[in-house]
């Protein structure tokens, strides 16, 4: 069983940044695929960025060059770094986990997911 916390969410102005992290607990978070998902208002829940067990990160075209998610396996801890924020960021910000048989494996369908967070919302004012 893995709890998940978000953190870090508010309101920014468009061009400015933010940093989002997500604590688990329970043992071998290690063990762990983990994803950040996103769902605006009136729309559905959308695939940003997941790491692999070993740290090897995936983003939508959306936010490629923008965003950059990291894992500290020693905090139980991952993290979305958003830079060049704009009003189509605003969203409900999701961490998730799925346990990986393979250090390489990473999941954009939300629906491979096991556990999530309860969410941060994140405002990006025009």
Do not use: H
């Not at 994803?35 to 990160?57: L, M, T």
């Not at 998610?69 to 999701?94: G, W």
């Amino acid at each position: 069983q893995v709890q998940l916390v978000e953190s870090g969410g508010g309101l920014v102005q468009a061009g400015g940044s933010l940093r989002l992290s997500c604590a688990a607990s329970g043992r071998s978070f290690s063990n762990y695929a983990m994803g950040w998902f996103r769902q605006a208002p009136g729309k559905e829940r959308e695939f940003v960025a997941a790491v692999s067990r070993n740290g090897n990160a995936n983003y939508a075209d959306s936010v490629k060059g923008r965003f950059t998610m990291s894992r500290d396996n020693a905090k139980n801890s991952i993290y979305l770094q958003m830079n060049s924020l704009n009003p189509e960021d605003t969203a409900v910000y999701y961490c998730a986990a799925k346990q990986a048989a393979y250090g390489n494996d990473w999941y954009q369908n939300s629906n491979s997911y096991d556990y999530w967070g309860q969410g941060t919302q994140v405002t990006v004012s025009s």
